[in-house]
Each structure stands twice: as structure tokens, then as C-alpha cells.
């Protein structure tokens, strides 16, 4: 009786221990979107001018980097799966849906933005 009473003890408690981390990882599967530009992970560290130069990416990726999102609100580089999901995008101003795993974005689509224009110096 009281080996009966441990093993449905032990069971309870595992399914009230799975039960509580489910919400939190339902959580962080939910859709999200970020912007910024679709680069390089070698150009990404650089600066908008190497973010923006095509020929630049190109060439690390013909070389073995992969594509990134650099978000420019944050400066934060993320990593983006599929990559063929964005190759199509190399430098372009974009919004990207997907869900977010560690520094992975996992993306779901991607749209095309307008670029902010460099604010104008005052005369």
C-alpha cells in the first residue's frame, strides 16, 4: 500500500511539474516579428555600410557566412532559418514574422520595408 502510494505521488507530481512548463513554452512559440536588414554574419558586425553592400555579402556568403537579421533598433544580430527563406532579401530593409529560438529566428515570412532616410542636418 504505501509503495502504491509513493509511485501515484511521484506520478502527480511529474505531471504537475510538466503541466507548469508547458504554458511557458507555448509562450515562447508565439509569432513575433522584427526588422531591420537581411545580411551576412560576417558583414552584420561591420556597420550599416557593410550591412548594405551587396557585393560585400555576397562575397562572404559565397565564402560560408550565413544569412542574419540586423536589427537596427537594438543592433542585435539574429540568426535565420531556412536560409533560403531570405536569400532573396540580401541587404534589404525587411519585416520578418517567425517564432524565436535562443538567437534563432525561425522564419514563418518576410516583407519588404521601407528604410528610414538619414535625418538631414539642420541649416
Not at 525587411?94 to 521601407?114: F, R
Request: aromatic share 4%; net charge positive.
Amino acid at each position: 500500500m504505501l509503495k502504491r502510494t509513493l509511485v501515484l505521488s511521484a506520478v502527480v507530481l511529474f505531471a504537475a511539474s510538466v503541466g507548469m512548463a508547458s504554458p511557458k513554452k507555448a509562450a515562447a512559440s508565439k509569432a513575433k516579428s522584427w526588422s531591420g536588414y537581411v545580411t551576412d554574419s560576417s558583414c552584420a558586425t561591420k556597420g550599416m555600410k557593410a550591412v548594405t553592400n551587396a557585393d560585400c555579402v555576397k562575397r562572404c556568403v559565397d565564402a560560408g557566412s550565413k544569412y542574419v537579421l540586423y536589427d537596427t533598433r537594438s543592433k542585435k544580430v539574429y540568426q535565420l532559418d531556412p536560409q533560403s527563406s531570405v536569400a532573396e532579401h540580401a541587404t534589404h530593409h525587411v519585416k520578418i514574422s517567425g517564432t524565436l529560438d535562443g538567437d534563432t529566428i525561425h522564419v514563418d515570412s518576410v516583407a519588404m520595408i521601407a528604410a528610414k532616410a538619414a535625418a538631414k542636418p539642420a541649416s
